[in-house]
């Protein structure tokens, strides 16, 4: 069936520093793909999404590009800030579902 | 941010006992899921609703219930709790739904429960 695999971290970044977090996916055809964040204590939030090959999704500084020939959608931000301390799951979607990874715990100092 | 309330937020019973976690939701969004969150496995569909009163089954449904009687209310249902039904339990609401080719999903902010 359709999976996530993701990095499963924690990762531990100073602030400013670049940041990576591999996904790729298993899937039968063309999923969309997202990445949701979760801050402490909360729900899980959409952080940016891509609906189709070679699309790219940004938002608050971090992107990640659809790349159908290595089934991947890493997740990157440049420079990263204390307050993107979180866990950030890839997902798809699949018929009435939505797949996730298992999550990257972010943990961002000063 | 989309109107999803959980409750209750916190819960501890014991193994046996039944429990049912509430969502209540102010969008009018006609899909509703359970997902439960557990360490190394991310997020798992429990079960869903389409309409009221249409459930089906997700991923891990074994010793769940549903049930949607309202367009803003979806209930879980544990019969008789388990140890192995520790975890976080999330509720989430989609307008049109997840198809294998588009979709999102709203949260709320979850509900721990924990089965001595």
């Known amino acids: 069936g359709d999976s996530v695999t993701q990095m499963e971290g924690p990762v531990t970044l100073s602030e400013e520093a670049f940041l990576t977090i591999n996904c790729t996916y298993t899937?039968?055809?063309?999923?969309?793909l997202f990445w949701y964040v979760q801050y402490p204590g909360e729900g899980l939030q959409l952080l940016l999404k891509?609906?189709?090959?070679?699309d790219k999704g940004s938002n608050k500084g971090f992107e990640a590009t659809y790349r159908k020939e290595t089934t991947s959608f890493h997740l990157e931000k440049g420079s990263v800030q204390v307050s993107d301390s979180a866990v950030y799951f890839c997902?798809?979607?699949?018929?009435?579902?939505?797949?996730f990874g298992a999550g990257t715990r972010l943990t961002v100092k000063p | 941010d989309a109107g999803i309330t959980q409750s209750p937020r916190h819960k501890v019973t014991e193994t046996g006992t039944p429990v049912t976690l509430r969502c209540h939701q102010t969008?009018?969004?006609?899909?509703m899921y359970w997902y439960r969150q557990d360490p190394g496995h991310g997020l798992r569909l429990i079960h869903y609703?389409?309409?009221?009163?249409?459930?089906d089954k997700g991923e891990v449904s074994d010793g769940y219930s549903v049930s949607r009687s309202k367009t803003e209310d979806f209930l879980l249902t544990l019969e008789s709790a388990t140890s192995s039904q520790t975890s976080v339990y999330f509720c989430?609401?989609?307008?049109?739904?997840?198809?294998?080719?588009?979709?999102?999903?709203?949260f709320g902010e979850g509900s721990r429960l924990t089965v001595l």
């Open positions: 989430a609401i989609s307008e049109s739904g997840i198809t294998r080719y588009t979709g999102e999903l709203f």
């Open positions: 899937a039968t055809g063309y999923p969309s």
């Open positions: 891509a609906t189709k090959a070679d």
């Open positions: 997902a798809l979607s699949s018929n009435n579902d939505m797949r």
């Open positions: 969008e009018n969004h006609r899909y």
């Open positions: 609703s389409y309409g009221v009163k249409d459930t």
